[in-house]
């Protein structure tokens, strides 16, 4: 997107310091933690201020919380929207008061908002290519085939709505493999323990549990073993995110594999905020690029992760 791309939306001055929100979706786990840390970083070591907000798992409160940097005036709005279509309005209001917003991870929806119109743009990781990393290692790791159970993550979020079409798409071409089940476990350790255990007692033939992120494939262990099974063994289980605690996972032979997601955006999204005060070219995506782990290489990188 060139920047003449750009010409209906706020522009942002030059100056030497900026007040800069950032609308950030809940802090239920390391993942969020770390997002909001290397954000936090960057602010204070460019000496920027940083208004910073944590929905709380709301998507409405994080729409009160844009409104709220709206209403004092901030020059620019990182938001991680909760999920792909209540935020757009926040989006707009922005828009409308003059500021220009960068999404932060979780997209919105595309057909109701696009980058250069009404956000300057996305920058994150390729979910569908997460989820196809994920299904392309299943298939070329169990020769045999197998029955998968998927713990899905905040319904209506981009994460989730994209790493489900990566992997079950490249899973529909495999006819040996077969997802028994899918449903929500709302990226949560508890509600993916939960959900794990209720489809565990309803596919006992299940022998694979996908997991959207690191909290439900940690919980999903726990369900595993309250099933009187051996997570690793009789059920293979994968994951997205990285974080330290999966890879220790990993090397103890618990986890199977595990695409990264790379939480740390600070640098990023300070450099284009300045680069779009400066009018330079801004591309409408931006993708961090995700490692991917399994027992192959998790002891060698488990100290790079968060
Ligand atoms: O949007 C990224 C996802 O959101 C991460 O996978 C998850 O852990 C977080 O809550």
Same mark, same amino acid.
């Given at each position: 997107?060139?920047?003449?791309?750009?010409?209906?939306?706020?522009?942002?001055?030059?100056?030497?310091?900026? &007040?800069?929100?950032?609308? /950030?979706?809940?802090?239920?786990?390391?993942?969020?933690?770390? /997002?909001?840390?290397?954000?936090?970083?960057?602010?204070?070591?460019?000496?920027? /201020?940083?208004?910073?907000?944590?929905?709380?798992?709301?998507?409405? &409160?994080?729409?009160?919380?844009?409104?709220?940097?709206?209403?004092?005036?901030?020059?620019?709005?990182?938001?991680?929207?909760?999920?792909?279509?209540?935020?757009? *309005?926040?989006? &707009?209001?922005?828009?409308? =008061?003059?500021?220009?917003?960068?999404?932060?991870?979780?997209?919105?929806?595309?057909?109701?908002?696009?980058?250069?119109?009404?956000?300057?743009?996305?920058?994150?990781?390729?979910?569908?290519?997460?989820?196809?990393?994920?299904?392309?290692?299943?298939?070329?790791?169990?020769?045999?085939?197998?029955?998968?159970?998927?713990?899905?993550?905040?319904?209506?979020?981009?994460?989730?709505?994209?790493?489900?079409?990566?992997?079950?798409?490249?899973? =529909?071409?495999?006819?040996?493999?077969?997802?028994?089940?899918?449903?929500?476990?709302?990226?949560?350790?508890?509600?993916?323990?939960?959900?794990?255990?209720?489809?565990?007692?309803?596919?006992?033939?299940?022998?694979?549990?996908?997991?959207?992120?690191?909290?439900?494939?940690?919980?999903?262990?726990?369900?595993?073993?309250?099933?009187?099974?051996?997570?690793?063994?009789?059920?293979?289980?994968?994951?997205?995110?990285?974080?330290?605690? $999966?890879? /220790?996972?990993?090397?103890?032979?618990?986890?199977?594999?595990?695409?990264?997601?790379? *939480?740390?955006?600070?640098?990023? =999204?300070?450099?284009?905020?300045?680069?779009?005060?400066?009018?330079?070219?801004? *591309?409408?995506? $931006?993708?961090? *690029?995700?490692?991917?782990?399994?027992?192959?290489?998790?002891?060698?990188? $488990?100290?790079? =992760?968060?």
């Amino acid at each position: 997107v060139a920047r003449s791309a750009f010409a209906g939306l706020p522009t942002l001055e030059v100056k030497d310091t900026y &007040k800069v929100g950032f609308a /950030q979706t809940e802090s239920n786990n390391p993942w969020r933690l770390a /997002q909001t840390n290397s954000m936090q970083a960057e602010a204070e070591k460019r000496g920027w /201020q940083l208004v910073y907000t944590d929905a709380a798992g709301s998507a409405a &409160k994080q729409v009160a919380d844009v409104n709220s940097m709206i209403a004092q005036g901030v020059d620019l709005i990182f938001l991680a929207p909760r999920e792909e279509i209540p935020l757009i *309005p926040a989006i &707009k209001a922005a828009k409308g =008061a003059g500021i220009p917003v960068i999404l932060l991870d979780r997209n919105v929806d595309q057909s109701l908002a696009k980058a250069g119109e009404d956000y300057v743009t996305f920058i994150g990781s390729d979910f569908i290519e997460e989820g196809r990393r994920v299904a392309e290692w299943l298939v070329n790791n169990k020769p045999g085939g197998g029955k998968i159970i998927e713990l899905e993550g905040t319904a209506g979020s981009s994460p989730a709505n994209d790493r489900k079409e990566g992997f079950d798409t490249f899973i =529909a071409d495999h006819a040996s493999f077969e997802i028994v089940a899918s449903q929500t476990g709302d990226f949560a350790r508890d509600k993916g323990r939960q959900v794990a255990e209720t489809l565990l007692q309803a596919h006992p033939d299940a022998d694979v549990i996908y997991a959207h992120n690191d909290e439900m494939a940690i919980g999903a262990i726990s369900a595993v073993e309250a099933a009187g099974k051996v997570p690793g063994k009789d059920v293979l289980i994968l994951s997205i995110d990285g974080g330290r605690e $999966i890879l /220790q996972l990993v090397i103890d032979g618990k986890v199977a594999a595990v695409c990264e997601c790379n *939480p740390r955006f600070g640098p990023k =999204a300070f450099d284009t905020a300045a680069a779009y005060a400066n009018g330079e070219d801004i *591309p409408g995506k $931006i993708i961090n *690029p995700d490692n991917f782990y399994d027992a192959s290489n998790a002891a060698d990188l $488990i100290d790079t =992760a968060y």
